[in-house]
């Protein structure tokens, strides 16, 4: 079996929720505190050993990749004023080998995953989507860590998954299980947003997943729905022929595509900060009193 070696993180959304700010910065570069929610997205890969990042974004995206690239002047003034510890800041921005491709047509997630295909070709591939963030503290194990064992141990395609209740399972794709082994499930269907009366399960596919080499040339040959081609219809299939695993994940999940989940992400990253979250602990105890 192939190693996994390389990541896909489709950013292209126009990010029309978060006009007017994404008029002119690109969503993938809106900050939690002080760090953009692409760069999040990709030191979650440091725990696998991933080589090779290739970033799925829009025309105009200039300023993700110079967000990526070495900033020799700035460093070197960092340098000379002994600011060493936001120069390691700006190392860390430039450790991700990232190769960046353009998403011209809006033509759904398989649509962004194959324009990555002249990188990943028959490989396998770890899928990250921009819009969510997935933070492992201390003793958790990272998310994308755990899928890359189950697909090492397995050779089988994996997706991370958690529970959902209520209204909230019509907001994801959603998994039938057959069996499940040591937090490890054997998905049976997947049926992408259901009704409540459709869905096969209270799993929900959260936006992590480790996809096997034939992946791609799957995608490549799905019928389009409308304009758009779904990633869910290559994974029922997977699903149906037994080559599909689900796992849940440990730590939280923070929706950065939406201003609620944004804002918690920034509330919540920002009291773990040693430099404010003190600070920002004491300020939120007493607006929480003010707000009684
Ligand atoms: C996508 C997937 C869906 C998944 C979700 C996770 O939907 O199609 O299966 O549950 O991401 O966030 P989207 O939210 O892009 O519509």
Not at 106 to 130: H, T, Y
Request: aromatic share 6%; glycine share 8%.
């Amino acid at each position: 079996m192939e190693r996994l070696r390389k990541a896909v993180i489709p950013a292209a959304g126009l990010g029309t929720r978060f006009l007017p700010i994404t008029k002119v910065i690109p969503k993938p570069m809106l900050s939690v505190l002080d760090k953009p929610t692409i760069q999040y997205i990709a030191e979650e890969l440091s725990s696998v050993g991933i080589e090779e990042i290739i970033i799925v974004v829009s025309p105009d995206s200039d300023i993700i990749k110079k967000h990526f690239s070495k900033a020799d002047a700035l460093k070197e003034r960092l340098l000379s004023d002994n600011k060493m510890d936001l120069y390691e800041v700006l190392e860390k921005t430039e450790k991700f080998k990232v190769q960046f491709v353009v998403q011209e047509v809006a033509n759904g997630l398989a649509g962004a995953i194959l324009c990555a295909e002249p990188f990943v070709k028959d490989q396998p591939f770890a899928l990250l989507l921009g819009d969510e963030l997935i933070c492992a503290d201390g003793e958790q194990k990272p998310c994308m860590k755990r899928l890359a064992e189950i697909f090492e141990q397995t050779g089988k395609s994996v997706i991370a998954t958690m529970e959902v209740f209520g209204d909230d399972v019509s907001k994801y794709g959603n998994i039938g299980i057959s069996d499940e082994t040591d937090g490890v499930m054997q998905v049976n269907a997947i049926v992408e947003k259901p009704s409540v009366n459709e869905a096969l399960s209270n799993n929900a596919i959260i936006g992590r997943y480790v996809l096997s080499g034939e992946v791609m040339g799957m995608l490549k040959s799905l019928k389009p729905h409308g304009n758009e081609i779904y990633l869910t219809d290559a994974l029922d299939t997977l699903a149906k022929d037994g080559k599909l695993l689900a796992s849940c994940f440990e730590g939280e999940r923070y929706d950065v595509g939406g201003k609620l989940g944004y804002v918690k992400a920034n509330v919540e990253l920002a009291l773990k900060s040693k430099e404010i979250g003190k600070d920002l602990k004491e300020y939120l105890i007493g607006l929480v009193e003010r707000l009684k």
